[in-house]
């Protein structure tokens, strides 16, 4: 049992479900995406309950708390229960990608944009985002 004690981060990643596969999840630690006290981390470290991480998913970043081990891959609804997102607010995104942003209609007919046209929605939407950061 007292091998069952120590457990990998590439591997706990993955039983929590922030990564859809191992190997992803050891990539992202190869890459220098996973970090512990602002260090970066091998797929090898031990993790423990209480640690804090940074993971970096695209755009998207998380800290994350340990609160149990979790050794295997479980649903999702068991799988956040192992773990505390401390993410601070300010580091949430209103939009997930560019995808979830809000497109800009124009109507049917109006013909191209304008160079003013051009620059009154550029205006428009430098504004939007320079609110969320």
Request: net charge positive; proline share 3%; hydrophobic share 35%.
């Amino acid at each position: 049992m007292a091998e069952q004690e120590k457990l990998r981060i590439d591997k706990y990643l993955w039983a929590i479900r922030l990564f859809k596969t191992r190997s992803l999840a050891t990539e992202a630690c190869k890459a220098g995406r996973i970090k512990f006290n602002g260090q970066n981390l091998k797929a090898s470290a031990v993790v423990k309950p209480g640690d804090v991480y940074q993971v970096s998913k695209g755009i998207e970043k998380k800290v994350i708390e340990v609160v149990e081990l979790l050794y295997n891959r479980v649903e999702a609804k068991i799988a956040v229960t192992k773990y505390k997102d401390i993410t601070p607010e300010e580091e949430t995104y209103g939009f997930k990608s560019m995808f979830h942003a809000p497109a800009l209609k124009r109507d049917r007919g109006t013909g191209r944009p304008t160079k003013k046209d051009r620059r009154e929605t550029d205006a428009l939407t430098d504004d939007l985002f320079k609110e969320e950061e």
